[in-house]
């Protein structure tokens, strides 16, 4: 997204760039803490979720009101810089290093490259199992321990899981993240790897009432054009009855992970059907604001079995985190983008083989490739980023990490794209022929601000709704001490460390 798109922060002048955003440096405490136990704790990673969405919707969902109701409530603000991205902010999140500490740039990075050290490891070296499910740069898996799982995120390598029954499901999410771009694919469900997958879901835990609800969504796709809108909030519902066949809340792992991106996705499309008023569209049909009621829905229904789950276990400490939030942006686009929708092509114009790369999974408009010849990595690297559209605007940015390259493809002018082609070196490349789509869609109407949400609920915990800012790069500090895992410190204490 070009940098002139400027979202409007909560209070009117937040940026997509991020910094310390006045967060607090001063004492701060997530909760009574643990007594010098250590109690288990459930990290929901609810994506980009801000707190103007909540305050809008949340009388109209009896969980999330109780949750937040009872919990003790804060506003994280990202300490990184440069384009905020979800995959480069929780990391942030998770080591308490801004970006530029801790290296992770973009998808499909190897994680030899990444610095400091995330929460879950900081369990594991203390002798404690975790469980990981979706956590952005999570890739590879590691042994959880005793009673613990690790599903990483949905942009990982290969779909390794522990335990393996998980991976037919893991293997088919990540085959729906390669076919599915800016707009569902609404013939994207049906693939070689459904066999398999459907073969596991008992095992897997997907609860019947699961597989009726994504019937009656086929169904209903048939008739109703919008609908399709709703497909990707079907990925958490699934993701989370997996997490539930795992998480055992009478001896839970001491520290599980569980992230959704399903409210985030209904915000960037279609945040004006949300809030009208921030457009001039008052009164106007707002169809896909039953999508986000879905959304919403989905996310009351977890937080009902995290409520059953507390029951079971009164020691359960559960926090919900958003690394940033997402609020208005006016764009001023021509309905079209492009994406890199076949990755071969584009490398075979590079002059690479089918051989000499691997395709890695992105995000639209990233793709990533691992280029493992130094001197073809930088011929393509050169080669792409002299690409010039019809009009001699440049149409890639590339960012190098050791053998993987990310690619983000440009929005162009309307001209640029109806000329249906780029150059790239002394060749003219039609757009298809280069592996680039032309993508329909109407331009998005939320993008990332610093502040997120950040709530803490259990036991001990005095409710207050005092949201008071705290850096993100001290979650990780107040998660360990909450848990018990490190004992509280004073303020000066907590000063910012070296990456170790």
């Known amino acids: 997204m070009s940098k002139r ?25 997530f909760g009574e803490g643990a007594g010098g136990r250590v109690r288990p704790i459930l990290l929901l990673e609810v994506n980009e979720v801000p707190w103007r969405l909540i305050d809008r919707f949340k009388a109209d969902y009896p969980n999330i009101r109780r949750f937040f109701d009872s919990s003790r409530t804060f506003t994280s603000v990202t300490v990184d810089t440069g384009e905020l991205s979800p995959w480069i902010t929780w990391p942030s999140f998770h080591r308490g290093l801004s970006n530029r500490e801790h290296g992770v740039q973009f998808l499909g990075q190897d994680p030899a490259t990444f610095k400091g050290t995330p929460i879950w490891e900081e369990y594991r070296r203390r002798g404690h199992s975790i ?17 613990g799982f690790y599903i990483p995120d949905t942009f990982a390598h290969d779909e390794r899981c522990i335990p393996r029954f998980v991976e037919p499901f893991q293997k088919f999410n990540l085959g729906q993240v390669a076919k599915n771009a800016r707009v569902v694919n609404a013939s994207s469900l049906f693939s070689k790897d459904l066999v398999p997958l459907a073969a596991s879901l008992p095992r897997l835990g997907i609860r019947p009432k699961t597989v009726a609800r994504v019937a009656a969504q086929l169904a209903r796709e048939r008739i109703d054009r919008t609908a399709c809108s709703r497909r990707p909030v079907f990925q958490s519902l699934l993701c989370w009855d997996v997490f539930r066949k795992l998480y055992d809340p009478v001896n839970p792992p001491k520290f599980s992970t569980f992230f959704t991106n399903h409210v985030a996705g209904v915000m960037h499309r279609y945040w004006d059907n949300v809030f009208p008023e921030d457009f001039g569209k008052e009164g106007e049909p707002a169809p896909y604001l039953e999508t986000m009621r879905f959304a919403l829905e989905v996310t009351d229904e977890i937080l009902g079995d995290v409520f059953a789950m507390c029951e079971k276990n009164p020691d359960l400490v559960v926090v919900w985190a958003a690394s940033m939030g997402q609020d208005t942006v006016h764009r001023h686009l021509e309905g079209v983008e492009l994406a890199v929708t076949e990755v071969g092509k584009l490398m075979e114009a590079c002059g690479l083989a089918a051989g000499e790369y691997k395709a890695l999974l992105a995000m639209v408009p990233q793709i990533a490739v691992e280029v493992r010849d130094a001197a073809k990595r930088a011929d393509v690297r050169r080669a792409l980023e002299k690409a010039k559209t019809a009009s001699g605007e440049k149409l890639f940015r590339v960012e190098e990490s050791k053998a993987s390259l990310s690619i983000t493809i440009l929005v162009p002018k309307l001209f640029d794209v109806d000329a249906g082609c ?44 005092k949201r008071k800012r705290v850096s993100a790069a ?3 500090r107040l998660l360990l001490e909450l848990g018990g895992v490190v004992a509280a410190k004073p303020a000066a204490a907590a000063s910012r460390k070296k990456v170790s």
Do not use: M
Request: hydrophobic letters at 25%.
């Open 5 to 29: 798109n400027k979202a409007r922060g909560n209070g009117g002048g937040s940026k997509t760039t991020g910094g310390k955003g006045g967060a607090s440096r001063t004492p701060v405490s």
């Open 474 to 476: 001290d979650c990780k």
């Open 131 to 147: 469980g990981v499910c979706g956590s952005l740069q999570s890739w590879p898996p590691v042994d959880p321990g005793p009673g």
């Open 422 to 465: 780029f150059r790239l070196g002394t060749k003219t490349i039609e757009w298809a022929a280069g592996g680039v789509s032309v993508i329909r869609t109407d331009p998005g109407t939320a993008y990332h601000i610093p502040e997120g949400t950040l709530a803490v609920y259990g036991r001990g915990v005095s409710p207050s709704d």
